[in-house]
């Protein structure tokens, strides 16, 4: 047996590995070894103990075999069980009766107990021609009073290798040491409690934002495997620029955590902007309201024909034709403020133009606006009494009652808006969104470890020419990783085939358009490079986006 003298080195190595080391299967492994060299036992096995009380061994020695056995590489000798259908069986294992009765077994002559279920040793000493004699089982505690382990030493020698009993000294001193397995699978459990919880949280708060949006809700999930695949083959790069870049395990998760938190943000945006497919939507596309005008106007020049038609003014045939032609323009001049509000197009100043004299159509309102509104509705109009009696109005309008706080609802404004569906105070909400997005992340307490996940994912709406928002950082401003978010989140919002305010678009016009974004200074042109030098454009589709979205790509045409 080694006297404390001996062990001392072996105590100090090990304080100092708990200390540097961070894997887990190292350190337990050093903590038997230790125990190994305090009771000079030739032979080890370290069960793991989970939540849900499942036994495995994690970890075998075997020195006078030289084996040392890790994880799977144990499952010919020992398959997990689960403890609680054994309870009622007999005979048990050592393993079991320590678990079920939460002893230390020392046990001098394994094979002479009748009562032990020996199959795991008969097992092992016939695959290893070995024989097992002297065995101690040792239930591993945590602070809590919970068994997470189980250790078992096997035959102890003398100093002339004689095979002894395990004494109670050895047996304590045994305990000292295992106390700090006890440690390390307790702390084990909980950083992995904390980072299940840190998980569900982040899976809780996408869910909300995919709750506020049918058409936005695989954004946050599909962000991050682009990022993943990006990043991968960026890591991979053996010359140009990126032939340096690497990745820690911490960088890893803090891009994992950063692509799936990116737009915690969005939680704040109003759901009618983010799924704004035309221009005059709001709750819903008031393009109804203005088609009903119209209705009136055609119902109108109906009754003006009729009135004309009893005071015999003209022939029937000329009247008629009158009504037609009046008829024509009014489904063209509506049929082009519907296409005004669809937002594929941009507009020229002539449709500007067009719609502004549009909007001075007049048509008579002959019922009380006041009524049905809500307080807020009524105290945001000053002169309500214009609206209480009939009274001529333009077609499309601009009214004081369409500003709601930084909000501008008016129809001839929002109309006019040249190219898309969002008018200049909502695209400000959505920028809003990322700023939301940083504060939320600064509020939170990430270690050491996750400190970039806000810069990560603050980045994303960032361009390397110093154009992008919220902080117009330049690309040598920005880490490999914000570039990557910025290109993973362009790539799957113009890829997705669920958005209501534009079509499906083919693959080769998305690489069309994010070529363009590299050649303007948007993305980083390395970063690009190796998107569509490694083909993560193709992987991605073949999984993500819909077979008639996907089309010929020639690679070098993009570069």
Known sequence: MATNADILPDIIKLNNLLIEEKDYSVVIENIMDTAANICNADCGFFYTLNDDNFLSLDYSFNKSQRLALRG????????????????????KSLTELCY???????????????DLDNSFFISYDEANNYRTISVLTLPIISRKGNIVGIAQFVNPQDYNGKIIVFTA?????????????????????????????LESFIEVLARAIDAKSPYTGAHCQRVPVIARMLATAAVQEESGPLRNFE???????????????????KVTTPEYIVDKATKLETIYNRIHEIRNRFEILRRDAHIEYLKKRLKNTDTQENLQAEFVSKVKQLEETFAFVANCNIGDTPLSDEDIHHLEQISKIKFIRYFNRMLGLSWAERDNIKNPEIYEHPSWEN??????????????????????????????????????HIVVTIDMLKALPFPKELSKVVEYAGAHH????GKGYPNGLTGDEMSIPAKIMAIADIFEALTANDRPYKEPKKLSEVLRIMQEMKNTGHIDPDLYKVFITGKIYQDYAEQYISPQQIDEINPDDYL
């Open 72 to 91: 799977s590489d144990n499952l010919p000798f020992f398959q997990t069980i689960y403890l609680p259908e054994k309870k009622n069986k007999n005979p």
């Open 100 to 114: 079920f009765n939460n002893e230390i077994i020392n046990t001098a002559n394994l094979y002479g107990s009748a």
């Open 247 to 265: 990745m820690s395990p911490e960088d890893w998760y803090t891009l994992h955590i950063a692509s799936w938190l990116h737009d915690c943000g």
């Open 462 to 465: 960032e361009r390397i020419d």
């Open 395 to 432: 077609l499309l309008q601009n009214r004081e009652d369409h500003i709601f706080g930084q909000y501008n609802r008016g129809e001839l404004y929002n109309l006019e808006v040249r190219q898309g569906t969002i008018n200049k105070e909502e695209r400000e909400k959505i920028n809003e």
């Open 169 to 197: 000294e050895t047996q304590k001193n045994l305990q000292s040491v295992l106390s700090l397995a006890g440690l390390i699978l307790e702390n084990r459990r909980l950083n992995e409690a904390y980072g299940q919880l």
